[in-house]
């Protein structure tokens, strides 16, 4: 059992940047994929970006490729989500995800955190 708790949202103007962060219980933190994703007001939730164990190797969604950058400290067991050059569409509320493989699909999850609200005003 993995529970993760967000934090860092907030209000910002466009081209501004957030961190947000996903602390995780328990001692297996290192043994699971980390992961990104969100959801804007009547959309689906869609995937942001994951990173493996070791946090080595990482993955993109598109519309944040370039701008966001996912990364891990296994001593901590907290995962980050830096946002940097932040537009208007990424509005939503954004989701932690734990799993035991590479997950870009939010019906794969196994974990999921609570949510933190990220507003980004034009």
């Known amino acids: 059992q993995v529970q993760l708790v967000e934090s860092g949202g907030g209000w910002v103007q466009a081209g501004g940047s957030l961190r947000l962060s996903c602390a995780a219980s328990?001692?297996?933190?290192?043994?699971?994929?980390m992961g990104w994703f969100r959801q804007a007001p009547g959309k689906e939730r869609e995937f942001v970006a994951a990173i493996n164990r070791s946090g080595g190797s990482t993955w993109y969604g598109d519309s944040v490729q370039g701008r966001f950058t996912i990364s891990r400290d296994n001593a901590k067991n907290t995962v980050y989500l830096q946002m940097n050059s932040l537009k208007p569409e990424d509005t939503a509320v954004y989701y932690c995800?734990?799993?035991?493989?590479?997950?870009?699909?939010?019906?794969?999850?196994?974990?999921w955190g609570q949510g933190t609200q990220v507003t980004v005003s034009s």
């Open positions: 995800a734990a799993d035991r493989v590479l997950t870009t699909r939010p019906g794969n999850v196994d974990y």
């Open positions: 328990g001692r297996t933190f290192s043994s699971y994929f």
